[in-house]
């Protein structure tokens, strides 16, 4: 038997299933599934994602066996809704979408009222007594068609240079402004009868070709278009963005219009069984009387609340589905609660009502921010209608990143100037310069300048711009429309809908309360309450702990999480916030960065000119006092928590790098001779510093630097454990490749260690160990392990190395590599498991080979990344250790991991109880 | 049983035996084992090595135990030799020296005739009835003892500041003055007892410490004397060039002292049972009458021949011991024989002729240019006396190096002015500038200078200066003295005996012929023949193929060997000078170096300075012819042998480092801005050029040079094969890290090649391939190896980030890491089998996992290092690539590798008429 390639739905059947989501695309699965279980959907059938990949492998043809498998179910279409398609007494009209595996929000193309010619206008005229409402459906199809199929999908070129799509909407509009109308609806049936006309000159005057009069031709040109759209440069970026695979194809929804825009007792709307921005637990969405779909979505007319709930301060006065059509609002509700106990998620639906009638034409898992992400998965789990560990797995670590953004504070905002109020679209702070257009968003961005994309509308040509900005802000648009849609995907601050703007991007400026705003002005926006504040605000930190269903959720993902989450942190402050975020102890503090301060810049100067090794010596230990106050500050504020403290790792050339009056200046501080300075600086040049002296090869050189900074911590710890303040530094020596840098290292902080522990009677709680960041030292990590208390893994470094790529020159090819698909995603910002991950493991394995219970964790940028979490659960690591704010991200990324692949033993710290138990009990048995 | 420390020697016993090596020493375990096989040796007894190590663990002390220990062994040897140690009647006197596991020659110190004192002084004088050569052991003693154990062990620092030996030979040679007499034999009895009075004196004076006059005394402050010189600077740095570990220690073999200072009748010499300079099949030494064995190797004296055989030029005229002592000679002759027989291998022996009666001293393996080790081998190997693979494991791959060497042309050495002959002590030619001191020639030799050490004698204090100097040159020494041992053993070009120079080194010149030469003057040796000549002559290339040794020995080493050795060549001259060292192909054709010559990078850099594809490509396509010429000549040199070329590596600024007037000329060239080139070269600035843009990271960013490069290649090849002349190129894609680059690449190269071959209608033989020289490239192996028909190591590259070392910026950390034990040798010279040989290792298994006939090499450096060569060999590679000249000694290495280890199949190519005969059967088995 041939394969199947074409999937009927409708009629309470379906041939396909809700399982092939890799097939039929969401949509197209989701539409089956819903036909399956009673919800009324226009009978349609399905061409597979499989038919999309054979178009392009076919040099963009479709087989004939395609055709006639597509014809058969166009008959059971006809069938289902009665109607037939190009007949001239009952015809069919049909829709064709794209639909891929994950959602590409209006990312493709779509054609709509296909099916309109000359021999079945006077048909559904008959039919419908509305010839206004088709010829509206008439002059919609040419300006589709003409755009998406022979503009966008063939490739045709307007003889004038401007889009076929433009060039009808501005004789659209001429013809408004010649009436006195500004709503659509205000043209008559003559109207728009003599304006589809003229559509069909012009798109043969400019496209060179006619606007195909044939039922048959109009099918397959959009569903060709469809498959074209796969490749369209928007969809491309979309996917880039996103991640989605180039290989996977849309498949194609070809389905039975109904029509919103027959009248008053037609509409069209959008609605989430759930608060897409909150998560509150109801029934939210708009709609539009007399509309087709693409009006709501396009945020073109600002829509209507559907219900009381979907009331905001902008549409209070508005009167809602639930009051103009009860019933029908009664039999939509009775759906809303069918799919959501059907698919246990919030869903995002799409509906018509064809004079009084209801259709469904979409269901999808809805896209939501992370705050209702967290409030929707912990009400879910409460309410019983998912468990516990669904409810985690719910939630996209990243996801959490939108509650730990920084809020606008509330004194700053009491004190600032309003300038308008819109639908709260993105929740957090927003604060930048205005900017206009996408690509000025993107050209402020790169110079480093945070910006607001300010619009009236945003496109799906917009992503790029959209994507660099702190913030979105529209003029109009509802809270579905696409500003509203890609700003919520990615957590980022956003207000739509904001009326009382008004902008003018070809001045680059916009008018508010009469007041003119140029490109450049400050905007300050709270993203969620959807308030524009004039100016640039101040930001507070985020506070996710005032958050009840944050805290439930993370408290659940803590007691599922098999791995300890630390923080990387270099002072008291970004500990206690660390902290406040979850941080169970610090696994790397870079010291380096405590060297920078003027005072202590000088000393560091002073020991890489000394001549002898009496004067380095000298030099060196004047940053004693120093390194100690950091230390004990460190040591306070994590209350006994592990502290990882790394020792000196860059190359001294990075403190001496000084202009020709610096040098002088220095000179005369030091007593030395510029000449002599710019000796130095000349000998510590290298040429490939990422691998020339630095790390532990300092240490090895100038043992005095080890000694030093070794003294500091034991110092540090010992005077706070005299006064009973518990702490437990972990020495961290950096890129050893060798087991005989790390041996020599030890010994040097070992024997400071017993001097100061001598001198101060006191037995100080440390451990000495080492980063793995060389991919030598992965191969040889069982004989380093002999020398060690713990592993930590530089997955920066080891990135750097094991890739060959240097992070500071990767600019001039990776982001190829990537775009080009030679590398899926850059590995500097997830872990190349493939790779990389591979060293990982044999240092994992070797250092265990030595030492069963060594203690190994990661530090720098993938420790708060999830699926490199995920990785080191998976691996066996004890702890990942991530920025403050990556915290929370890693603690749920770690449940999730756990409820993935559960390990047999856990590997996080045991409660200090239990621990203590058992050295009684290992007590007791020695004394037997 | 408590450890046995001491072993006693002597009387045709021996407690120890030749086994022992690493306990008693290379000398100890030699005089037990002679004294075993009965030849005659002054008894004695060796302290262990462990002793040594005890000493040092023990604060630099002898435990009670080792003395009683000693003490016992003393008695034995009283009893075999028939005196006592201290005794007034029958005194027995004792040698002190050292003796590693490896011979240091003369690196650590020796004191003689130990047990002198006032009280034994009449009882010796008594039974030799030799007053004159009392006294003269005498002085000897109070010099060596004052020298050795009190100043250098004892660490007593004269009072005037001059070293004590220096002063007591100063006092020495004014009294000879004095006595107008030369020779210290000219001295009477009367002037050598008071001059042994003066010395006493002088010791206390500036020493503060009477010289000890009491035998045990003497005795156990020469044995800690030895123990300490173990770690003498001298020893240090001589292990550090020989890679001896430190941890060894050395034996102290305590023996009886025999005299060959007690008359005429008496005798001491040195021999070789083979000629260690040719290697030819005769015994050669050098003898002294009435001197102590250090008159012979310390170079004063010059010694008279052995035999006739072991005349030459200057001492034709001197009467050999063969003449002046026939009987004795042949007593000697015949040890000669029994230790070859015994030790199956050329033996350096020491003898010493008191009164008539012979006695051995010590024997060891001799040290031996590489020219007489080959020699010896191969005819011992072909007399039976040892096996043909005995025979290639006996010469150490590097040695062969010296016949690599370069030699004088004979046409230049006809012309060139003779300044003096000498004893031709190392082989090959040194030319350089004269140097005076050890110091001046590591000075000069640093700035980049080529050096002629010149020397009235050498010591082991020069060393280091030895060893940066491309010639030795000595006015005094013989055959067998400190230059000469030295120098053989690293196979360096030396004379020695250079009598007619006349060497003012503080002056800095010397004198020949009437004429004086300064510092820094140019000078010519001949090492092979021992002729020194005025000015820098031309040298020409080694000779090899001359040699009839060495090729029966390269003929045995290709017949063991089961690895291949290609070269690494760029032009057709090298790939000649290649075959004919033996390579069977080309393992590494760097393009970029041909892209250097003026009339091509004009065009790289029109390439890089292009704005458009268009350009770009126009300007790269005009190297194509260029680099069809380059391939044609290097397929045509290598007849069919196989030629791997690696596309183009580094990164592109390197073909534009441009000073402000280049930049204004190629401006000029291209008609483009000076500031547009600044620019570009600023964009192309990389902070880690390493780690940045090269590699097939070009070849993907601008895929035209790789089919430019491909094009020329097959078109070479294809235009070759139509002239049915045979090629067999590989492509070599660099720096491929993720399988999607190799697949990048290869598939323009096939494309390429495909036009070609369909364009010319030929096929070519070809193959695509990738250097694995990252190290995620290992891991990954098996995934690449889906688009590799081969691999080769680039061992460098992996080298440096397996390690994260810079090879460019190494020199800040890596010698001090070698001198301080971090890491036992240099990564970049031996290839770091532990860490990047495992590296080398997961690639091997996980590239032959894809494809189990993979064909694997290494290229670089470490391709012609004889370790690395090795464990190539046990890795299973195919073949190894190395620079021409190393091509022989990596074919040696591969045979003794292949001896050490053999493998199960051979994975060497096999030879042509075996491949054709398999296609054949393939062929004739799908007939069937």
Redesign the interface.
Known sequence: MAKKNVYFFGGGKAEGNAKMRNTLGGKGANLADMSSIGVPVPAGYTITTDMCIAYYDNGRKVSKALVDEATKSLKKVEKAMGKKFGCTENPLLLSIRSGARDSMPGMMDTVLNVGLTSKTIPGLIAKSGDERFVYDAYRRLITMYADVVMEKAEGIEPKDGESIRVTLEHVFDALKEKRGVTEDADLSAEDLKAISVEFKKIVKAKMGKAFPDNADKQLWGGIKAVFASWNGPRAIAYREIEGIPHEWGTAVNVQAMVFGNMGDTSATGVAFTRNPATGEDYFYGEWLINAQGEDVVAGIRTPLPLNKESKTSGTKKSKSMQELYPKTYKQLYNIRVKLEKHYKDMQDVEFTVEDGELWMLQTRTGKRTGGAAIRMAVEMAESKLISKEEALMRVDPEQLNELLHPMLTAAGEKKAKVLAKGLPAGPGAGVGRAVFTSEAAAEWAAKGEKVILVRNETSPEDVNGMHCSEGILTAKGGMTSHAALVARGWGKCCIVGCGELHIDAKKKQFTVGGKTYKEGAWLSMNGSAGILYKDQLAVQPAQPEKNKDYKKLMTWADATRQINVRTNAESPADAKQAIAFGAEGIGLARTEHMFFEPERIIHIRHMILSETLEERRKAVMKLLPFQKKDFTGIFKAMAGKPVTIRLLDPPLHEFLELDEKQIKELAKQLKVKPADIKKRMGQLH????????RGC?LG??YPEITEMQARAIIEAAADLTKKKIKVSPELMVP?V??E??LE?QAAIIHRVAEEIQKAKKVKVNYTVGTMI????AC??ADKIAEHAEFFSFGTN?LT???????R???G??LP??VS????PADPFQTL?Q???G??VELGVKNGRKTKSELKIGICGEHGGDPESVKFCHRTGLNYVSCSPFRVPIARLAAAQAAIETPRKAATKAKPKKKAAAKKKAAKKAKKK
């Open positions: 290298e040429l490939n510093p990422m691998l020339g002296h090869r090895i050189a890129l490749g060798h005989n840098e020599n960041e060389i991919p030598r191969f040889v470094d750097q190395m094991g890739f060959g790529y240097s500071d020159d990767v001039s090819f190829e590599y080009k698909g030679i590398l190349d493939g790779g990389i591979q060293l």
